[in-house]
């Protein structure tokens, strides 16, 4: 069964942590993105990846970096988390232009007290 | 400027009713659309897209969206919800290979 898998589901850090959040594909998917929602604001697009080593800022890249070592993974660095990065983050993956099979992956909850 | 709106943010429907969450969009093309369901502590499904041709789309769990140029919509339906179908819904626009999203409309079911 294909699918894209997320490290925690759950996630409490404090002010001012470095914090990773992974992503795992096993579809051989060249593009993954990260995404970050909000009650009311649906998703945002923080970071997305063409290939590996390539990255592109969304529309709300501030704070947040990206790491694309390996074709399968895709990771979100928080370099100094703060409390408005609290929110629910989704990672997604496709194969180039098949935005029909945006597979996502279940989210993690981040918490920053 | 592209953009999906989603006036609902709540709706509230009897199980065995039927239900209609509307999507409106802002694009300067021919549209491609998708709705996505989410369940509690999931992430996001595709239930259904319109990419062209027949305006009525069928999706899974049985849903169905009807796609209006001229009414710039993409509302989604089902004639009888379930208990199941409890879960917020997002439409989304392709514009060059990214989706943009709507806010989202969550769907709660009374007994």
């Known amino acids: 069964d294909v699918k894209v898998t997320q490290s925690s589901r759950y996630l409490v850090k404090r002010t001012g942590e470095k914090v990773f959040l992974e992503c795992v594909q096993d579809?051989?998917?060249?593009?993954m993105f990260w995404y970050r929602q909000d009650p009311g604001l649906g998703l945002r697009l923080i970071y997305f990846?063409?290939?590996?080593?390539?990255?592109e800022k969304g529309d709300i890249p501030e704070g947040y970096s990206v790491s694309r070592e390996k074709k399968e993974r895709f990771s979100l660095i928080l370099e100094s988390a703060s409390t408005n990065q609290t929110s629910m983050y989704l990672c997604?993956?496709?194969?180039?232009?098949?935005?029909?099979?945006?597979?996502f992956g279940s989210g993690t909850q981040l918490s920053v007290l | 400027a592209q953009s999906v709106t989603q006036p609902d943010i709540h709706i509230t429907v009897s199980e065995g009713a039927s239900l209609e969450l509307r999507c409106n969009y802002s694009?300067?093309?021919?549209?491609?659309l998708f709705w996505y369901v989410q369940s509690p502590g999931q992430g996001l499904q595709l239930l259904l897209k319109?990419?062209?041709?027949d305006t009525l789309v069928q999706g899974i769990k049985g849903f169905e969206a009807e796609f209006k140029r001229s009414q710039s919509s993409f509302n989604l339906r089902k004639p009888s919800v379930h208990w199941s179908d409890a879960a917020e819904y997002f439409c989304?626009?392709?514009?060059?290979?990214?989706?943009?999203w709507g806010a989202g409309t969550k769907l709660i079911i009374k007994p």
């Open positions: 579809m051989d998917h060249e593009n």
């Open positions: 989304a626009l392709d514009s060059n290979y990214q989706l943009i």
């Open positions: 694009y300067g093309a021919t549209p491609y």
């Open positions: 990846s063409y290939d590996v080593k390539m990255k």
């Open positions: 997604a993956s496709r194969s180039p232009g098949a935005s029909e099979k945006l597979l």
């Open positions: 319109y990419f062209s041709g």
